[in-house]
Every structure is written in C-alpha cells, then in structure tokens.
C-alpha cells in the first residue's frame, strides 16, 4: 500500500494523522504512517517544547507541523500583536460577551484560575510566521500544512527553500484549484462529514473531483475515515493517501478527559452538527447545548472568523480544562466528524494502523473475489 507519495516522503504507509497531542504524532509516525501535529492555538514557545518532545521520542521518524497561515495584507506589519488583540477585543460586541457569559455560568463552568490576559493570536498572520519558522528549524518535521486558504507565496518558498513538502486542505473544489496554481505540493481534500472546519460537499462526491482537477498532485482524502473498507473506497479514487483526525481523538495516547472519552462513545453518527458558533467558520463537531443556544432565532449571530474564535477562546479552555466538572459538556467545544459512530472502544495508535490495514486488505480480497478475473 506504498503510494508514490509514501515513498517520496518516505514513510510505509498513507496513513497521516491529524492529531493535537504530540504522543499521537509519535505514536503514528512509528507506527508506520505520519503524524502531522496541528499547531493553531499554540504560542511559539509551546510548538518549542511541543517539537522539542517529540524529536527526542520519534527515532528516525519523520512528522509535520499543521497551522493556519493567513494571507498577508497590506500594512499589517506595521500592527503590532498587543495592537492587534486590542484591535480585535474592540471589535465584539457587548451583547456577545454577556451571551457567551451566560451560557457558561448556567452550566457551572468555573472561571479560569489565574487572573491572566492571555489571548491567541492564532489566525493571524504575525504568529503563523513564528511557528512555520520554529518547525523549519526541525529536520525530522518534513511537511508543513495549512489549516484554511492557500499560504501566501514567500511561507510556500521558504518551506520549498529548506527542501520540505507544503500542502494546504481544501472543502471545495476551487480551493484545491488555488492551492495547486500556488504551487503547493499536495492537497488536503476534506468532505463535510469531516471534523473541524468542514465544507458542504461530502467526501464521495468531492475527492474524485478533486483528483480529478488537480492531477498530477496528490490529493489526501480527509472526512469520514475509520475503518479499513473506507479507506479502500478513498484509495480507489485516486488518492495517494488518507488524513484522519476524528479517530485518534479517543486513543489511548490521546490527551481526551474521560468526560470528553465518555461523549466521544456514547455518540452517534448523527450527533455532530457543522456549527459557526466557536470560530466563526463551519466546523463540525459534538451537538450540545451551546450549538443549538447559537441557532436560535433570539440569540446573537456568530461573528466572523478570527472575531468568534476571540470570543470564545475563555469557553473553549475553560470547558476544556473543567471538561468533567458541573455541565461542561453541554457548551464544551468537542469537534469531531460524523465517524464519531464508529468510535466504540479505546485503542492505541498503532492498533488502530495496524486495524486500518488489516481491514483494507480483507476489503481488498473482497472486492477481488466478486470481480470476475481475466
Ligand atoms: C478535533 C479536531 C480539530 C481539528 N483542527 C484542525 C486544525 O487545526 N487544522 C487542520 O488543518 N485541520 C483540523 N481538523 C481537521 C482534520 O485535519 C481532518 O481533516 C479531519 O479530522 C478529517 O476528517 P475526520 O475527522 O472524519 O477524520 C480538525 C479535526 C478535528 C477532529
């Protein structure tokens, strides 16, 4: 199952992990496949420490780092972060901020404990640099991978310059077109059913398109992925590869609270939702409480993206970080795609590879068997 693009990496088999937690990263890169760490929410001195890890724990291994890297814009050198974050903090509305208030304390999500002012930056242009250029300083980290657009042209030279690989994902067809014009090396092709940022297309109907319009780059099919048969199904469209996340969110390596493992396994396929309401963008993720308090017709609309990702970003740790205490999962952000069905028992990363490749090649001697030979 070495795809050309496995051997133009050099890794055994296409499977790239999406993944949060660096022990994943480790975990699937020596297992075989690739983790890919996904860096957006992380200041530069945590991918520091994060990188630091998993170079002293990967071996020979190799990983990539995942972040969201703007398009630059005109003047933004001359804003400073501090600038910036009063700039964006100016912007939300007094109604959001009570909204958001309240949904927190009526489901008893204590405050955070330490009286500090710390805001991400993440989705700005001014941090993505400072992470693309610490993982370039990794000779293990061969690939570098946008969350959402096509990077703008000197971060696509710089990775090409220091002999890496740079890809971006893509939810619709014109994205992948972008990306491929830009120069990009490989796409990401993720279909609605997908966890996180998720368009409206679903996976069977966008990844043959999409190899299909961007021929001969490699196109890596993300969204619904978690057992072997889907990933022959991908493979048969032309893929070079398959990216999960969804899956490793609930493996033993995963840094999931048993709160969240709890939700991952009691969940159904049809218990996600694609929802703007944590980062302004359609994501996919668990249906709670706080997605439907944003779909109400009485309630606040969510504000665009980076806008909603600032107002949230308190809920988002706090509810993470107290994931088990009061009723913090019914306004906890949990995204996650719709293989979240098939999610049923915890198991280590390298169980789940070595499943995945088991169950495609059974899938394989399937298909063989009802195709008449000669
Ligand atoms: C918890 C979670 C967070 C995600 N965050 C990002 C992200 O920061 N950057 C990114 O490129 N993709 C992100 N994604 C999307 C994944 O990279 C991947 O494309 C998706 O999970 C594939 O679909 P699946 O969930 O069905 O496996 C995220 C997915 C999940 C489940």
Not at 96 to 106: A, G, N, P, T
Request: hydrophobic residues 40%; proline residues 5%.
């Amino acid at each position: 199952m070495q795809t050309e693009f496995c051997k133009q990496l050099g890794i055994d088999v296409p499977i790239f992990a999406f993944t949060h937690c660096r022990d994943v990263v480790v975990a699937v890169s020596k297992a075989g496949g690739i983790g890919v760490l996904g860096a957006v929410g992380f200041s530069p001195a945590k991918l520091k420490e994060e990188l630091d890890w998993i170079d002293a724990h990967i071996g020979d291994h190799i990983y990539g780092v995942d972040t969201a890297i703007p398009q630059k814009y005109e003047g933004m050198d001359k804003t400073s972060p501090e600038e910036l974050v009063a700039m964006l903090q100016d912007a939300i509305p007094q109604q959001h901020r009570e909204f958001v208030s309240k949904l927190l304390s009526d489901a008893g999500v204590p405050e955070w404990p330490d009286q500090d002012d710390e805001v991400s930056l993440s989705f700005s242009a001014v941090q993505a640099q400072l992470l693309v250029d610490e993982a370039l300083t990794r000779p293990k980290c061969r690939m570098i991978v946008n969350a959402l657009g096509t990077p703008p042209d000197d971060i696509i030279k710089q990775v090409h310059d220091s002999g890496r690989l740079i890809g971006a994902l893509a939810g619709r067809l014109k994205h992948g077109i972008n990306h491929k014009k830009a120069g990009l090396d490989f796409i990401v092709c993720q279909g609605s059913e997908g966890g996180g940022h998720a368009g409206e297309v679903t996976s069977m109907i966008l990844w043959p398109q999409m190899v299909d319009a961007v021929a001969p780059l490699p196109v890596l099919a993300a969204g619904g992925i978690g057992n072997g048969r889907q990933i022959l199904a991908a493979m048969s469209m032309g893929v070079a590869g398959v990216w999960m996340g969804s899956m490793w969110l609930n493996s033993e390596e995963a840094n999931a609270e048993p709160a969240q493992r709890e939700s991952y396994m009691k969940a159904t396929s049809e218990d996600t939702v694609r929802s703007r309401s944590f980062t302004g963008k359609t994501a996919r993720m668990l249906k709670n409480e706080w997605t439907e308090a944003w779909e109400r017709a009485d309630t606040p609309d969510p504000l665009p993206m980076p806008l909603q990702g600032y107002l949230t970003f308190d809920a988002v740790r706090r509810t993470h970080r107290y994931a088990g205490s009061g009723d913090c999962q019914k306004v906890a952000f949990n995204p996650i795609g719709q293989v979240v069905g098939q999610i049923n028992t915890v198991e280590s990363c390298r169980d789940i590879v070595f499943r995945l490749l088991n169950e495609y090649s059974e899938a394989l001697d399937h298909v063989n068997a009802i195709t008449p030979q000669g």
